[in-house]
């Protein structure tokens, strides 16, 4: 559905070149599900608008749904759905009627239309808003309309811009309970991008995380997961000064790696250290840190995250780009 090789976008800012996209490649088949994921300014909206045919590339190649990007953008356009950032049905129009229309500026029949509308509005759980002016919407439901929109023609491949932004966490939610179905539905290929960690994590099948308009990683979430070395211990003590408690957890634990222990004001001391298979390891590591001395008043032990695999690959972490 997707190959790209080599694919940039450079900008002029004054006298200044901004290379927004620096050589992707990406390749996404048929039925997938793949999440581009990065910090604001990465390259993800960039990418996608050039595979949109929005953007035209500075250099390399794109081919979409099987045509090329560059010499063929109306077979391109003609084969995917697109929701953008921002809404995309006139306010002063009612649900039903913006949807039908849509339909017939893609070229399908009335009778097609209406019934295409039918089966969205009752999809995306839009019947009992189907009367109602666009402005009267949640926003919620504004982006299930903008989704409805973009598959009224059916496309095989749909593109979502950061669906999600500006929506609070139980529409978000919602949002991708309907895409789920909509996939399962009509097996549609669903390429979008987000800077929401749990949106890639547990929608996606496959991530793609981009930095500086580079594709720095690719895989399933729990593949770049085991990236990471090891899970997380966080553990709390009442035991002696920071420092000291560094000294003591590095003593008692050589083979867990580097110790590195957070000390703010007014709060307990916090260890933190990444050992393989935490859950396991964990009744070995607490009598350990009891023969030396150190008593831990509280102990987490959580899996990597997709945060983690950014900042193991870049230094950075990825929510410091969330807006």
Request: glycine fraction near 12%.
């Amino acid at each position: 559905m997707i190959h790209t090789r080599e694919l940039t976008r450079t900008f002029r800012v004054g006298k200044r070149t901004v290379e927004a996209v620096r050589g992707v490649d990406i390749d996404v088949g048929e039925g997938e599900f793949v999440a581009l994921l990065g910090p604001n300014g990465a390259g993800k909206s960039t990418t996608l608008r050039m595979l949109t045919t929005l953007l035209e590339p500075t250099s390399g190649t794109a081919s979409v749904a099987g045509h090329d990007v560059r010499a063929e953008p109306t077979e391109v356009r003609r084969r995917i759905g697109f929701v953008g950032q921002g809404h995309g049905a006139g306010d002063d129009q009612r649900v039903r009627d913006e949807l039908h229309t849509q339909g017939l500026l893609y070229g399908l029949d009335r009778r097609t239309a209406r019934s295409r509308t039918g089966e969205l509005l009752d999809l995306l759980e839009l019947d009992e808003a189907a009367d109602r002016v666009v402005t009267a919407l949640s926003g919620g439901q504004r982006r299930r309309l903008d989704i409805a929109m973009g598959l009224i023609h059916r496309p095989g491949l749909l593109f979502l811009d950061e669906p999600s932004t500006g929506l609070d966490p139980q529409s978000r939610a919602n949002l991708w309970e309907h895409v789920a179905r909509l996939r399962g539905e009509f097996g549609t290929t669903v390429v979008v991008t987000t800077h929401y960690l749990e949106e890639a994590d547990g929608a996606a099948e496959r991530v793609l995380v981009i930095d500086h308009g580079r594709v720095i990683a690719d895989g399933g979430a729990d593949e770049l997961k085991s990236r990471v070395s090891g899970d997380l211990v966080v553990f709390t003590t009442e035991d002696g000064a920071a420092a000291d408690l560094g000294a003591k957890v590095a003593e008692a634990l050589p083979s867990a790696g580097t110790a590195e222990v957070v000390a703010e004001p007014g709060r307990d001391p916090r260890v933190r250290i990444r050992v393989e298979h935490g859950d396991a390891a964990l009744p070995g590591l607490l009598r350990s840190l009891d023969g030396a001395g150190v008593a831990p008043l509280s102990v987490a032990v959580s899996r990597p995250t997709l945060d983690d695999v950014f900042l193991t690959l870049t230094g950075r972490s990825l929510r410091e780009g969330e807006r």
